[in-house]
């Protein structure tokens, strides 16, 4: 009996000697991936915040405006450019269809609208806005006459 159970626990011994070496370097192989993965966070954390430096170079209000200024030549804006609301198009416009060679739908193009006449500018004139107080509307009366 003693035999066997000697030879028991030399066995024993042997498997948690083995378990344990096994566990040993598992651990280390995972520290080794840990260590890389927060090398690969750092990095992507410093590389995110060249690109916020870079990003907020690129949208620079002065920077912005100075290539606006030397690439798209704007100019102001003209009378003959506004229109009215009547001449936006309805939903009904926006809802015609027609089926293409494939049989799927596909939307018809508006009808291209008159260039402005001449009168445009009277028109414009007429149908611009105003919030302040009209000049033609009379002030009341201050020493008490009728309203």
Known sequence: MTKIMTAFW??????IG???????????RL???YAAIQSEILD???SIHV????WSYLNSPARIEKLAKEYL???????????????????TDAKRYRLDKFGEAVAYMPAPRDRPSDRAY????????I????????????NGGTQ
Do not use: C
């Open 10 to 15: 030399f066995v024993m011994t042997v498997l």
């Open 18 to 28: 083995v378990g344990t070496y096994w566990i040993s370097h598992e651990v280390e």
């Open 31 to 33: 520290e080794r991936r």
């Open 44 to 46: 992507e954390q410093e």
């Open 51 to 54: 690109f916020q430096a870079e």
């Open 73 to 91: 030549k704007l100019q102001q804006i003209q009378p003959l450019q506004m229109a009215s609301i009547d001449n936006i198009p309805t939903d």
């Open 122 to 129: 009277d028109e414009a004139a007429e149908n611009m806005i």
């Open 131 to 142: 919030d302040g107080p009209s000049a033609a509307i009379p002030a009341p009366a201050e």
